[in-house]
């Protein structure tokens, strides 16, 4: 059964911390998922998850700049703000909080190569000239080495520097995360571990496709090309095949969970 009221939408970073404080002096427990929008299964799995461990849950929905860099796609990256309110109206108990701001990076704004402020345009916080003023990186110095770190060298500390950004801001209890990302999972529990946020972070099993396919915001929204679902879909199968391979007579699959 769906929440009778419509999530309350904040937008602003102080709007955000008092509502967060005033919840809770009433005691009540705040849980945090962070998502970049386009929501989709796997992001409501979170928010249930969410619900079992806080009395009250909060859903950013915000495109980190800081994780692309500038010959990333940014600018493409989907974004259905108007669908994604329809998908979190259906949550059973639904949510109570989607902190959706425009910039957390915009200390000023910036300026057009004539010299004038850029007002509302977001950007890569990693261009050569300025990076909007940004300077302060997390990083988890040894996590972010490897696998996806190899190819995209920045987004793991633009993933660590907007979680830390969101735990200041909304000062959560727990906080929920996909096992999808895995390497960015086990990022967000060592930043939280070594900078003692107060914070309990889960990770989720992730939700697939029927054949396999973990659910992802690009391919629903067909960014992906033709040819790489293809291929990706073509890796699962093969990974269900170590798996029986390595674990005969294994009755849990894991493209099921």
């Known amino acids: 059964m769906a929440s009778k009221d419509p999530p309350l939408i904040i937008r602003g970073k102080d709007e955000m911390r008092e509502w967060s404080r005033s919840a809770r002096a009433e005691g009540k427990t705040i849980g945090l998922v962070p998502t970049m929008g386009f929501l989709h299964g796997g992001h409501l799995s979170l928010i249930h998850e969410s619900k079992k461990h806080a009395d009250l849950t909060v859903v950013s929905i915000y495109v ?15 974004s259905d703000f108007d669908g994604d309110i329809q998908k979190l109206n259906s949550v059973s108990g639904g949510v109570d909080v989607v902190f959706h ?55 793991f500390r633009g993933v660590a520097t907007i979680v830390a950004k969101l735990f200041n ?80 007579g294994h009755t849990r699959s894991w493209w099921k969970s």
């Open 101 to 155: 701001p425009q910039n957390l990076y915009d200390y000023g704004g910036r300026r057009s190569s004539g010299g004038e402020e850029e007002e509302g345009k977001v950007v890569s916080c990693v261009e050569i000239n300025g990076g909007m003023g940004h300077e302060t990186w997390v990083r988890a110095e040894r996590l972010d080495n490897g696998l996806c770190g190899n190819s995209r060298p920045v987004f």
């Open 169 to 248: 801001i909304v000062e959560p209890d727990v906080a929920v995360f996909g096992k999808k990302d895995y390497q960015q999972w086990r990022i967000i529990k060592r930043m939280v571990r070594d900078l003692d946020f107060g914070i309990n972070v889960i990770g989720a099993d992730l939700i697939r496709d029927e054949d396999g396919l973990a659910k992802s915001s690009r391919i629903v929204n067909k960014q992906v090309a033709v040819e790489c679902e293809i291929c990706s879909r073509k890796w699962s199968v093969k990974l269900q095949r170590v798996e029986r391979f390595c674990y005969p």
């Open 64 to 78: 980190n700049p800081g994780q692309f860099s500038p010959n990333e796609d940014l600018s493409t990256y989907p």
